[in-house]
């Protein structure tokens, strides 16, 4: 397994550092930060709480340390997240600014949720000998992403498939100094920080890539842009928020997808991190 540690320690008070480094280091998926109320470093099956309350320069000296004290000018913040070195995500809620309905600015934050990145070897078994399009689903949290990032590394080293990764938010192969911090194999490519219609677009008009893997197909622009991917011959690899099979297929913005027929394999991911494969057609 690996992790960048010590990034994620970073970005917390100093004062918190100790003790979650040596509760969490190893197994937390999850710390979440409130004001006035305890940390919470959430386990797969428990959650365990410090004793101190965090007050908001707690949350602010997080916010700070992970946007570099540009917290309003960083990538993902109109969306409510930061993502720091390492790929770790730091959801955020509190009092909002809005404009035409999207929020432009925070009063203040009151509440992180931040997501450890990690990165588990072989869990993907053998999915990399499919020929076919994956769509990977399952509700937040569930693992989605890290068996993605496996799956990609998987295919790269046994397969040698061309695979491009449109990786908006770095996440999925986060990088440091142009160096990437997760094993990802010979031959994939990352494009970073672009949304995926345009990183999609770029990918087919330059990589002439044989995989395009996406992480969380949400939007309209999205789905377009994947089902223009498929009809351009490349297989695709991606993510979406679905509870199983039927709630997917009860999702308005995933209808067009399911109708062109774009996946073939669905893998759904469960709390307990088990995970079941199915034809989708």
């Not at 410090?50 to 997080?62: G, I, N, W, Y």
């Not at 997240?81 to 009151?110: D, F, M, Q």
Request: charged share 25%; net charge neutral; proline share 3%.
């Amino acid at each position: 397994m690996q992790c960048c540690w010590q990034t994620f320690i970073n970005v917390l008070p100093i004062w918190m550092r100790q003790e979650v480094d040596l509760l969490g280091k190893d197994q937390m998926q999850e710390l979440r930060l409130r004001v006035d109320q305890p940390p919470e470093l959430v386990f797969q099956n428990e959650s365990k709480w410090l004793e101190r309350f965090v007050s908001q320069s707690d949350l602010d000296f997080c916010i700070n340390m992970a946007s570099k004290y540009s917290p309003w000018t960083s990538d993902g913040i109109q969306k409510g997240y930061i993502t720091i070195s390492g790929g770790h995500r730091i959801g955020l809620c509190g009092l909002c600014i809005t404009e035409g309905g999207s929020i432009k600015n925070y009063r203040a934050v009151t509440s992180v949720c931040i997501r450890v990145a990690r990165q588990i070897s072989n869990i993907s078994k053998r999915l990399y000998n499919l020929k076919d399009s994956v769509l990977i689903i399952g509700p937040p949290g569930v693992g989605k992403t890290t068996l993605m990032r496996d799956l990609i590394h998987q295919t790269s080293i046994h397969c040698y498939s061309h695979i491009v990764v449109v990786d908006e938010r770095g996440e999925l192969f986060p990088s440091t100094q142009a160096r990437f911090v997760f094993e990802r194999g010979a031959t994939t490519d990352i494009l970073c920080g672009c949304s995926k219609a345009s990183g999609i677009e770029i990918a087919l008009r330059t990589m002439n890539p044989q995989i395009i893997a996406v992480d969380e197909v949400t939007s309209p622009e999205d789905t377009a842009a994947v089902i223009n991917a498929a009809w351009c011959g490349v297989r695709l690899f991606a993510t979406a928020h679905a509870m199983d099979r039927q709630d997917l297929f009860k999702r308005r913005q995933y209808k067009k997808l399911l109708e062109e027929k774009i996946f073939t394999t669905l893998i759904t991911l469960h709390s307990d991190k088990t995970w079941q494969e199915d034809r989708l057609f």
